[in-house]
């Protein structure tokens, strides 16, 4: 499975961002997608996650109410709507999916950078 980020932006705060993540190669393999990001000078963090096949999604304390997880399957694409954004939701932002529930995260994309300035 390969996946492809993108979506990335300057916002100032109060801003939003669409973030997608098109998955391609053998996406029909995937249990679970999500996003995760890594502030400068942070370790990497999760953010979002929803099961491939629907369910309720998953969203980290601090983007709760502010971000939406959302999936295309006929496009092999995830969203992550961001609104509402802050300072402290600068980073750099990976998509991931795994096979299994548990376990690694197998496959990552590579980052979209989100500044968001105050």
């Known amino acids: 499975v390969q996946l492809q980020a993108s979506g990335g932006g300057l916002v100032q705060a109060g801003g939003s961002l669409r973030l997608s993540c098109a998955a391609s190669g053998r996406p029909s393999s995937v249990y679970l997608i999500g996003w995760f990001r890594q502030p400068p000078g942070k370790e990497r963090e999760s953010v979002a996650d929803?099961?491939?096949?629907?369910?309720?999604?998953y969203y980290r304390d601090s983007v709760k109410g502010r971000f939406t997880i959302s999936r295309d399957n006929a496009k092999n694409t995830v969203y992550l709507q961001m609104n509402s954004l802050k300072p402290d939701d600068t980073g750099a932002y990976y998509c991931a999916a795994k096979e299994n529930p548990i376990g690694t995260w197998h496959y990552w994309g590579q980052g979209t950078k989100v500044t968001v300035s105050s």
């Open positions: 929803i099961r491939w096949g629907g369910g309720v999604p």
